[in-house]
T-cell receptor, first 113, second 114 residues
Framework: QKEVEQDPGPLSVPEGAIVSLNCTYS??????FMWYRQYSRKGPELLMY????GNKEDGRFTAQVDKSSKYISLFIRDSQPSDSATYLC?????????????FGTGTRLTIIP | DAGVIQSPRHEVTEMGQEVTLRCKPI?????LFWYRQTMMRGLELLIY????????DSGMPEDRFSAKMPNASFSTLKIQPSEPRDSAVYFC?????FGTGELFFGEGSRLTVL
């Protein structure tokens, strides 16, 4: 069993819809949770960063962490065609820069105009 | 800031040939990571360096793969001999030692081994 599980999709939704992306994990030591966004033929870039359980909002994006269920989510409100990308969850046990991140396999999202 | 710079962006080679991928991390970043990405397996960490020293190479698939970081501004990933199953996108990423631990990725080197 992988440490981090993520539905690969693909997921297609109409413009303006609310999108929900999810990951589950098995390592209870994970405390730092991230979402990276990867456009086609580009490297991943950090989108959201959260620590421990709770919600964090940044514009149209909300990251949610439920450590008791080992489940994290990313919500995108009022989705736009520019949100079309692959979204990867990532997590680690510490916030030191040399701490290894464990990535999900990514969910490919397409927003249909 | 120029970001993480990788070369070549694309490489097509024949089985058995040596492949060398290059990376220049962001200036001031202490950690450097090499990842491989495929559709089937996603992003896999191959090796990472801290202050130019290899810390964990447990992700290196086999002895055909080797990585070096001779100084703070340059790293190489070498595959010798290459095989078709090595075809993937190879990413280099760098980060600071402290803070959010955010990884800054390069644009990747797309390798095709025929």
């Amino acid at each position: 069993q992988k440490e981090v599980e993520q539905d690969p999709g693909p997921l297609s939704v109409p413009e303006g819809a609310i999108v929900s992306l999810n990951c589950t994990y098995s390592n209870s030591a994970f405390q730092y949770f991230m979402w990276y966004r990867q456009y086609s033929r580009k490297g991943p870039e950090l989108l959201m960063y959260t620590y421990s359980s709770g919600n964090k909002e940044d514009g149209r994006f909300t990251a949610q962490v439920d450590k008791s269920s080992k489940y994290i989510s990313l919500f995108i409100r009022d989705s736009q065609p520019s949100d079309s990308a692959t979204y990867l969850c990532a997590m680690s046990a510490s916030n030191f820069g040399n701490e290894k991140l464990t990535f999900g396999t990514g969910t490919r999202l397409t927003i249909i105009p | 800031d120029a970001g993480v710079i990788q070369s070549p962006r694309h490489e097509v080679t024949e089985m058995g040939q040596e492949v060398t991928l290059r990376c220049k991390p962001i200036s001031g970043h202490n950690s450097l990571f090499w990842y491989r990405q495929t559709m089937m397996r996603g992003l896999e960490l191959l090796i990472y360096f801290n202050n130019n020293v290899p810390i964990d190479d447990s992700g290196m698939p086999e002895d055909r793969f080797s990585a070096k970081m001779p100084n703070a501004s340059f790293s190489t990933l070498k595959i010798q001999p290459s095989e078709p199953r090595d075809s993937a996108v190879y990413f280099c990423a760098s980060s600071r030692d402290f803070g959010t631990g955010e990884l800054f990725f390069g644009e990747g080197s797309r390798l095709t081994v025929l």
